[in-house]
Each structure stands twice: as C-alpha cells, then as structure tokens.
C-alpha cells in the first residue's frame, strides 16, 4: 500500500494531488520512489523478505558481583512479510518471525525473560550459546487497509523451537496482536501490539506473560527515504519489581535503493535503554535492517475466497 491507495497491482496514489500513476506489473521496473510508497504501508501487496541484526551491550549487577566486562549479545531476524488478499474487502499480513540468537548465557539466569531462575554466585561462568531461538508467527487481518489509516488485529504465537533451553523460553505462548498506522505524505505514525501468554512447555521454566509494543514513528524526507524510531519496548509481568521494563530510546535512518534490479530498503539505528532490568539487562542496541522487495505471486494479489 502507499501514502494514498494501493488497491490493483502497480496503482499508487498521490496523496497530495489525488492522481494515480500507474505503473508496469513487475517491481523491478518500478522506481525506488514506488516501492518507498508501497512499503510505506505494511498492508500492501508486496512481499518483504526482512533481515534485521540487533546487537546489545549488557551490564548490570550480576556482572559486578562475577568480576565480568560488558556483554555483547546478538541476534539476527529473519522476517519473511507475506501479504494475501481472502476477500474483495478482507487482506491478511503473515509475518514469521525467526530469531538467530547469539548469547553469553548463565546457568541460573534467563536470558528471554531477563529472570533469575535460582540464587547466581560470585563464581558462575558464562557460556557462549549460539543458535535458533523462539520462533514467533503472527498475523494481522485487515479491511481498512487503504491510507490514510490502516489497522489489523489477529493472534500471536511464540512457539518453542530454541536449539538450546537459554535461547528461548521453554514454553508454547500465544495471545493477541494489533497494527495500527497513519500514513500521509510526510508522516508514519502507529505501533505495533503483541502479548503472550505460556499455555504448555517446560514446568521447570518460569511462565510468560509479556508484551512488546513497538511504536512507530516516522517522518518522510522523501518518497523512499524517511528518519524516525521504532524500538522494541518489552514489559516482563512475570518479573520482580524494577525489573519488568526494556525502554529503548533512539533512532536512526531507512531508504529503499535497487542493488541491480533488486529493489531493496536498508537502513540502521541506534537506541539507548533509558529503563532496563538492574540485574543484567541491555544498555545499548545497534539495529540495521536489509529488507529485499520480493517478487509477491500472482494468486496473493486475487481474493482467494
């Protein structure tokens, strides 16, 4: 979808002017300034194949009391975004989100859920686990998918896939999750919402009941080029006091270029984390984001139903 309307393949709209400009049925012939309009709307037709590394740098108390610098952690996403029109009115957004995790772990401290399992003495070591994490499917259905404002709502689900039990929960947690967005000629705002409750897994591990709310915030220096925020905020019910909330504050850049005739939007951020676990938590997350525009099949575009 676009700053204005997106409904056929290859029609953006101009906001501002309420023209269309139609464009040829294959991305690779459109320019970066359509497939910025197109991806300005996370309910259009395109289909994103998303890679998203975060590096964190982690400090906190367990750190002192083990005589241990900074840890740096890292995962890297990949985030397939899948878009099916079911009906003339009604589209979905399908968005599996799977994590490659890279962890200095500890035996007796929960990484995901920033919990200390038992009592961690001055002596613990730390241990290198690098290796698939919770893999996370959601998805969003939507009939009010044309700009100005889009919204979806559907369920989330974290399932327990981690190669190793301290690179994910240990637990099946599902829930809902809502997009919402307002996207004009200058402005991206929205969020969006996810909680997960645990319903089945490991009784050893503690329980989830998280949410992460991801505001959006976005100006739009150009069609393709835009500057903004978009952190990951993470809210830990299961967690002691003081110890329940990530707040990262910061921003950074994204624009679409063609490598070749491979549209593709990059972009890099950085957020500091005004409130995080005292414990052992991030301080620092550095993010940068390669996102191929791929090629969405001809069936995805047509109701289904």
Known sequence: MTRGQVGEVGVVKDIA??????????????????????????????????????????????????????????????????????????????????????????????????????????????????????????????????????????????????????????????????????ITDKWIIGGVAQHWWSFAGDNDRDNVNMTDFQPIIRYRLSAQTNIGTAPNIQYNWSAESGEQLRLPIGGGISTVVKLGRLPVAIGVEYYYMAESPDIFGPEHQLRIVFTPVLTAPEWSRNPLF
């Open 17 to 182: 002017g309420g023209k269309a400009d139609i464009a040829e049925d294959k991305k690779d012939e459109m320019s970066v300034e359509q497939i910025g309009e197109l991806m300005a709307n996370p309910f259009s037709y395109l289909w994103f194949g998303m890679i998203q590394n975060d590096t964190y740098w982690w400090d906190g108390d367990l750190l002192d009391v083990t005589n241990e610098g900074t840890k740096v952690m890292n995962t890297t996403v990949i985030q397939p975004v899948m878009s099916m029109q079911l009906t003339e009115k009604w589209k979905m957004i399908f968005r599996p989100v799977i994590p490659i995790q890279s962890f200095d772990t500890i035996s007796g401290f929960d990484i995901i859920t920033d919990e200390s399992e038992e009592a961690v003495g001055a002596t613990a070591d730390f241990e290198r686990k690098t290796g698939l994490g919770d893999i996370l499917l959601w998805s969003a259905f939507t009939n009010h998918y044309q700009p100005p404002f889009v919204w979806g709502v559907g369920p989330t689900i974290m399932m327990d896939t981690a190669s190793d039990e301290w690179l994910g929960t240990g637990k099946w947690s599902a829930g809902p999750m809502a997009l919402v967005a307002h």
